[in-house]
C-alpha cells in the first residue's frame, strides 16, 4: 500500500468510526483498528486511534456526565485499569503480522457477540462488573476494541439507552486514561503517531460531532445492522490475507 493510499484508508476509516462513536458511544475502534492497522501497524494505528478519541470525544464525555450511573461504571473500570497494561504490552512486544491477525479475529469474535443478541439481564453487580471490565481493560490495551463485552452486558439492563451510552462514554474515558499511561510506559507514542493523528484528527471530530447529533435528533432508533455490517467489513478486508488485493 503507497503511502498516500494508506493515509486516505486511515482518514476513511477515521470518518466512519467517528461517526459511529459519536452515534452509538462505542465501536468505532472495531472499524478503524483493522483498517488502520493494515494501512501502517497495530502498534501505530492503537495509539493514534487512543489519542484521537480521547481528545475529540471530551464533549461528549463532557455532556455524559450528567446521566452517568457512577455505581455501574466503578466496578468495571477498576477491573480495566487494573488489565489495561498487560494488554498494552503485549501489544508493544507482538510481531505485527500476527497482532493483526488476532485483531481481525477479535473484532469477528465480538462482533458475533454483539450479533448474537446474548445480553445480560438484570441489574449489573459488582464482582461480574469487574470481570467484565477486566476482560475489555486488556482488550483496550491490546488493541483499543473494548466496547463489546461492556456493552453485551450493560445494554440490556433496566437503564435507558441515553445513561447506559452515558455510562459507556465514561468508562471508555476511564480506560483511555488507563490506556494512555500504559501505552507511553510502553514507548508506543513517537513522533509518527503526532503527524498521523494531525491528519486524522479533522475528519474525526466532524464525524463523531454529526454522529452525536444524529442520535440526538433519533432517539436512539435502530442502527445495529449497518454498524454491523461496516465492522464485518473492516475487519475482513483488512485481514493479511488480503494485502496482495489491497496494498
Not at 443478541?117 to 491490546?142: K, M, N
Not at 462514554?169 to 500504559?182: G, K, N, P
Not at 507511553?184 to 454522529?211: R, S
Amino acid at each position: 500500500m503507497s503511502f498516500d493510499t494508506a493515509h486516505l484508508v486511515a482518514f476513511a476509516a477515521a470518518i466512519v468510526a467517528g461517526f459511529v462513536r459519536g452515534f452509538t458511544g462505542f465501536g468505532s475502534a472495531l472499524i478503524f483498528m483493522p483498517l488502520a492497522s493494515a494501512a501502517f501497524s497495530p502498534q501505530l494505528a492503537a495509539p493514534v486511534l487512543l489519542v484521537t478519541d480521547f481528545v475529540m470525544g471530551i464533549p461528549l464525555v463532557v455532556s455524559a456526565l450528567r446521566e452517568v450511573r457512577w455505581r455501574t461504571v466503578l466496578p468495571a473500570a477498576i477491573g480495566a485499569i487494573i488489565t489495561t497494561p498487560l494488554g498494552a504490552h503485549a501489544l508493544a512486544h507482538g510481531d505485527p503480522l500476527i497482532l493483526r491477525w488476532a485483531i481481525s479475529a477479535i473484532v469477528l469474535a465480538l462482533l458475533l457477540l454483539l450479533v448474537s443478541g446474548w445480553r445480560y439481564h438484570g441489574e449489573p453487580r459488582p464482582v461480574p462488573s469487574l470481570g467484565v471490565g477486566a476482560t475489555a481493560g486488556f482488550l483496550g490495551g491490546f488493541g483499543q476494541v473494548s466496547g463489546p463485552p461492556v456493552v453485551a452486558y450493560w445494554i440490556s439492563g433496566p437503564d435507558p439507552t441515553a445513561i447506559i451510552r452515558a455510562n459507556l462514554l465514561c468508562f471508555f474515558a476511564v480506560i483511555s486514561l488507563s490506556s494512555l499511561a500504559a501505552y507511553v510506559w510502553n514507548g508506543l507514542y513517537t513522533g509518527e503517531v503526532v503527524d498521523l493523528f494531525l491528519v486524522l484528527a479533522p475528519g474525526y471530530a466532524i464525524a463523531l460531532l454529526i454522529g452525536a447529533k444524529v442520535f440526538r435528533r433519533t432517539a436512539g432508533a435502530a442502527y445495529r445492522p449497518f454498524v454491523y455490517v461496516v465492522i464485518a467489513i473492516a475487519a475482513l478486508t483488512s485481514m493479511p490475507l488480503f494485502d496482495g488485493v489491497l496494498r
